[in-house]
């Protein structure tokens, strides 16, 4: 039985979903928490520049589970149903939320977060 939701704040929700053209269904809207401004942050060399390599894009969606999973504790169930999306397809976000990530960590480059 799925439970019904908690009355969401809308100045607090977004609906985000990258559009894809060509055939096949088209991508279902995910419910974002946090602000879809984008925000970058780059590792700094020896001297303290930042440095110049390549950026990683790290998708809202990933961010998000990330974000529900990791920070707030929240199991793969309680934060799909948040974003209102399966639980496969928030194990998805993660798993390429977390590649990237660790991608950027160990090759020194930049992320950015956004649309």
């Not at 439970?3 to 977004?14: G, H």
């Not at 209102?84 to 930049?110: H, M, N, Y």
Request: charge should be positive; hydrophobic fraction near 40%; charged fraction near 30%.
């Amino acid at each position: 039985m799925i439970k019904s939701l908690p009355p969401i704040e809308k100045e607090i929700m977004r609906r985000w979903c990258w559009r894809i053209q060509g055939r096949g269904r088209p991508p279902k809207e995910r419910l974002i928490r946090m602000g879809l401004g984008g925000f970058i942050f780059a590792p700094l060399n020896d001297s303290g520049v930042p440095v110049q390599r390549p950026p990683i894009h790290l998708r809202p969606d990933e961010f998000e589970a990330l974000r529900l999973v990791y920070l707030e504790g929240k199991t793969q169930e309680e934060a799909a149903r948040l974003m209102r999306i399966s639980r496969g397809t928030l194990w998805r976000a993660l798993d390429s939320g977390r590649r990237k990530l660790v991608q950027a960590l160990v090759e020194r480059r930049p992320i950015i977060v956004g649309p």
